[in-house]
Structures are given as structure tokens and as C-alpha cells.
């Protein structure tokens, strides 16, 4: 399974774009890349998945350099409700099971 | 938008005693899982389930766990003999079939706190 490296916290202004940059150096070429939002007392959320380059929804945008050792994700304008952990998660999700790491705990002060 | 479903939020139990956790994955779904998360740590994986059988499990998914799909709707975890380091929040998920990409849809969890 691919490791995963993301900072720890990160503070944000409301309004503000914050981009949350997730390493996986051995990430194999089966592997997707998902981003997952987790509240306090509630299940992971799934947020954006991608494979390359670049993905956008209504919610983020993902990023993903032509290795794909490395993924961002962009949060555009920035709430309050947006406080949360956010987990960068690599791996086949047909053959083997998900494992989170420790996320990134965004704040977003007023 | 359809949504994965766990009972009881809260449960709580003596140590010891036999707990059953609930959860009703989304119907189409055909993949389901069991994640824990202790206060404050980590989101753990415990075991994947597919066609009537576990696929995987990890090592804290020992003897005193056990899973089950009684019937087309419920998925459900068994914890036999509960102990005090059982106490965390439960997790269970679903997926759709033959989709490589598709992504895990989690339900809100059941706090269980053992005494």
C-alpha cells in the first residue's frame, strides 16, 4: 500500500482557497487517489477521486502532476462549515481495503 | 442522495458482554466494510465483505469479532466478549461492484462505550 504524507493542521481565513498537498512517492499504477472529510463524530465523506492530472466537482478541485507522486487538493473560498480532517487516501480500491492516516485538521477562522 | 445507515448511535455495554452493531449499506452496493476509530486516533480498518464472505481483515479483526449479512439489506458486526479497549466509534461502509475507482460511502457511526 502506498504511504501517504500530509500536514498535520492547517489554519485558513474564511473566503480564503486552501490547498492541502498529500505525498505518495511509491503509489503503484493501479492506484487512485481519494480525498475523504471527516467531522467530528461522523463517517469519513467522500469528497474527489482522481488517477491524473486534473479533477473538478462541485465541492474541490484535485490535482495530480504527470508522476503522481504527489496530489493537491483545492478548497475553493473557504467556510466555516469547512472545518474538518481531511484524508489523502492511494490504493486500489478493487483489490485492497483503504487505510487512513492521520489527515490534515483544517481550520477556517472568521 | 442514498445514504449508508448504523444502529444504535450510542451503545453502550458492560464489559464482557456481547454487542451487535448494525448498519444498512446502500442498495445497490455490494462491497461493505467495517472501520473503527478510537477517540482521537486513527481510522482503522477491520474487515471487508463481499459475496456472503469476508475479503479481508485486519489484525484487530481477531476471534471475538465476526461479521454477518443475515438477510439483503443488513450488514452486521458482532464483538463476542466486548473489552474496555473495544470502546471507540464504528464505522461501516459500502461500495459499488466492479468499479475500480468507486468510492467508499461511510455511515455515521456507532459510538460504543464499554464499561
Known amino acids: 500500500l502506498a504511504k501517504t504524507t500530509q500536514p498535520i493542521s492547517m489554519d485558513s481565513y474564511e473566503g480564503q482557497e486552501v490547498n492541502i498537498t498529500c505525498s505518495h512517492n511509491?503509489?503503484?499504477?493501479?492506484?487512485?487517489i481519494t480525498w475523504y472529510q471527516q467531522f467530528p463524530s461522523q463517517g469519513p465523506r467522500f469528497i474527489i477521486q482522481g488517477y491524473k492530472t486534473k479533477v473538478t466537482n462541485e465541492v474541490a478541485s484535485l490535482f495530480i502532476p504527470a508522476d503522481r507522486k504527489s496530489s493537491t487538493l483545492s478548497l475553493p473560498r473557504v467556510s466555516l462549515s469547512d472545518t474538518a480532517v481531511y484524508y489523502c487516501?492511494?490504493?486500489?480500491?478493487?483489490?485492497?481495503?483503504?487505510?487512513f492516516g492521520k489527515g490534515t485538521r483544517l481550520s477556517v477562522i472568521a | 442522495e442514498p445514504e449508508v445507515t448504523q444502529t444504535p448511535s450510542h451503545q453502550v455495554t458492560q464489559m464482557g458482554q456481547e454487542v451487535i452493531l448494525r448498519c444498512v449499506p446502500i442498495s445497490n452496493h455490494l462491497y461493505f466494510y467495517w472501520y473503527r476509530q478510537i477517540l482521537g486516533q486513527k481510522v482503522e480498518f477491520l474487515v471487508s465483505f463481499y459475496n456472503n464472505e469476508i475479503s479481508e481483515k485486519s489484525e484487530i479483526f481477531d476471534d471475538q469479532f465476526s461479521v454477518e449479512r443475515p438477510d439483503g439489506s443488513n450488514f452486521t458486526l458482532k464483538i463476542r466478549s466486548t473489552k474496555l479497549e473495544d470502546s471507540a466509534m464504528y464505522f461501516c461502509?459500502?461500495?459499488?461492484?466492479?468499479?475500480?475507482?468507486?468510492?467508499?460511502?461511510f455511515g455515521n457511526g456507532t459510538r460504543l462505550t464499554v464499561t
Open positions: 511509491n503509489i503503484a499504477t493501479n492506484d487512485y
Open positions: 487516501l492511494v490504493g486500489d480500491i478493487g483489490n485492497t481495503p483503504l487505510v
Open positions: 461502509a459500502s461500495s459499488e461492484e466492479g468499479r475500480r475507482n468507486s468510492p467508499l460511502h
